[in-house]
């Protein structure tokens, strides 16, 4: 029989977090972040990681594994929750995978194609491509060379485009036919996917509290903290990092601060969405606002028969 491995997705701010802390205690499994922030040290509120307490009542894994200053991609992710997932079945447990960076999970359950790596002249000629023409060339290039993986990119993502491009005129495959080739935890396992959905009304009303309770806790005085640092690109993705350097280096008020993280909060949970519904095989749970977490994680035992 495969061993399980059992995965809790969905938007932010919509309650993983509990819902997985009371799903691993019933399992007794141990939880993998999926979440591309969380493996940031000394990032504690913009990355909305669980607490000690949390942390020290269920085994966590990938969180606080690296500073701020280095670059982190998926590469990485996938060869160390593939690691973390083989540490937690010789435990003879089950691997309880939580988060929300779409393109994680993706690549984990279907593995990463082995394409030709980057080539600097190529993607010179391609960007500049884009800016003399702009992105909609590429984007419409891109949809006569391979259909399929321009339907899963935006036709705004100039980087994945370019990427996807710069595949095809190296390798004469497009990333559709490479992918295929690619073997990930579906292969392997037998993988469960639960993805938790709030009404999207009740949804921007966490979010928004979410946020107030961020900076009630001192999300200004950790990102001043960071700014000291340096910061790598993908760390600079975290969620308040550029909303609160705006106020700290006096182009707008607190309150715009605010305002401004709540609104990019709202987007970002809607491309988490968006990623998510193209993913095959997620048994969708409606959560309530009268939903215990304690209810929710019964609901998924009494589907995996466990």
């Not at 929750?81 to 540490?87: E, P, T």
């Not at 003879?92 to 359950?109: C, E, F, N, R």
């Amino acid at each position: 029989m495969k061993k399980k491995v059992i995965c809790l997705i969905g938007p932010t701010a919509v309650g993983k977090t509990d819902v997985a802390l009371s799903l691993a205690r019933k399992l007794g499994a141990e939880i993998i972040s999926c979440d591309s922030m969380q493996v940031y040290k000394s990032v504690k509120i913009a990355s909305a990681k669980p607490n000690r307490a949390q942390r020290r009542s269920i085994p966590h894994h990938l969180i606080d594994i690296i500073p701020p200053s280095q670059e982190f991609d998926v590469a990485r992710f996938c060869s160390l929750a593939r690691k973390a997932i083989s540490a937690i079945h010789k435990k003879d447990k089950i691997p309880l995978l939580v988060g929300g960076t779409g393109l994680y999970l993706q690549a984990l359950l279907d593995g990463l194609f082995k394409g030709p790596g980057q080539n600097p002249d190529l993607r010179r000629k391609l960007y500049s491509q884009a800016e003399k023409y702009g992105c909609a060339y590429c984007y419409k290039r891109l949809k006569r060379l391979d259909p399929q993986a321009a339907c899963a990119i935006h036709p705004h993502d100039l980087r994945r485009i370019v990427r996807a491009l710069e595949v095809y005129l190296l390798s004469g495959k497009t990333i559709t036919e490479l992918k295929k080739r690619s073997h990930g935890l579906k292969d392997r396992f037998d993988c469960y996917l639960f993805g938790l959905q709030r009404n999207r009304n009740l949804l921007y009303q966490r979010i928004e509290k979410r946020v107030e309770s961020m900076f009630r806790r001192g999300l200004v005085a950790e990102m001043r903290r960071l700014k000291r640092r340096k910061v790598s690109k993908t760390a600079q993705s975290l969620l308040g990092y550029k909303e609160v350097l705006g106020f700290l280096n006096g182009r707008y008020s607190l309150e715009e601060a605010k305002r401004l993280l709540k609104l990019d909060t709202r987007r970002y949970a809607k491309r988490q969405l968006s990623w998510f519904r193209r993913e095959k095989g997620i048994r969708w749970i409606e959560v309530g606002p009268e939903d215990a977490p304690e209810a929710i994680a019964e609901s998924i035992i009494s589907i995996l028969g466990c």
